[in-house]
């Protein structure tokens, strides 16, 4: 995958963490894709433990992995954040 298509991978993985996570969470478009690009990070790493694949692709099981590593991403920051 290119750099706009990591851009895109993250903005979407990152809206989407962020509207599934209660509550109200800071930060603007560039918190968003930087949460969401490390979501696809983590969300690939795991699911490369468990076997279910990788973020390779621009496709329904990464957006998956990288939403479910968004959501981490969103938890760890809010307890580092005290919020």
Known sequence: MGILSWLLLGLIAGILAKWIMPGKQSGGIIVTIILGILGAVVGGFFGSLLGLGTVDDFDLMSMGLAVGGALL???????????
């Open 73 to 83: 991403v969103l938890i760890a920051y809010r307890q580092i954040k005290g919020k």
